[in-house]
């Protein structure tokens, strides 16, 4: 139905910025919600962000509120997260993921039966 493919993932420092790019091919895009999730080594998958449809509901995890910016445009085909003020704790594979559905639950990763391969984003103290 919808293909997803990352990028964008690399070594940063602490403070700096990075934005992720998820193509998107298949169907099209708007027809999906989507989102972004990471999961480091021993922990368990954590939601990050989630954007509606047509963008107008956008969801945060508590951790990265005010420093992450979900975004999404259409058109493209691509979904963003744009990262600043980067922490270590940051560090994790990131993967972005779309729904066909609708839900108040949009943060749980059953939600998404399409997924990305990752993108290792990494930030050195």
């Known amino acids: 139905q919808v293909q997803l493919v990352e990028s964008g993932g690399r070594l940063v420092q602490a403070g700096g910025s990075l934005r992720l790019s998820c193509a998107a091919s298949?169907?099209?895009?708007?027809?999906?919600?989507a989102g972004w999730f990471r999961q480091a080594p021993g922990k368990e998958r954590e939601f990050v962000a989630a954007?509606?449809?047509?963008?107008?509901?956008?969801k945060y995890a508590d951790s990265v509120k005010g420093r992450f910016t979900i975004a999404r445009d259409n058109a493209q085909n691509t979904l963003y997260l744009q990262m600043n003020s980067l922490k270590p704790e940051d560090t994790a594979l990131y993967y972005c993921?779309?729904?066909?559905?609708?839900?108040?639950?949009?943060?749980?990763?059953?939600?998404?039966?399409?997924w990305g391969q990752g993108t290792q984003v990494t930030v050195s103290s």
């Open positions: 993921a779309a729904s066909p559905v609708n839900s108040i639950n949009f943060y749980l990763p059953d939600m998404y039966p399409y």
């Open positions: 954007i509606s449809r047509i963008a107008n509901i956008i």
């Open positions: 298949g169907r099209a895009f708007s027809n999906y919600a």
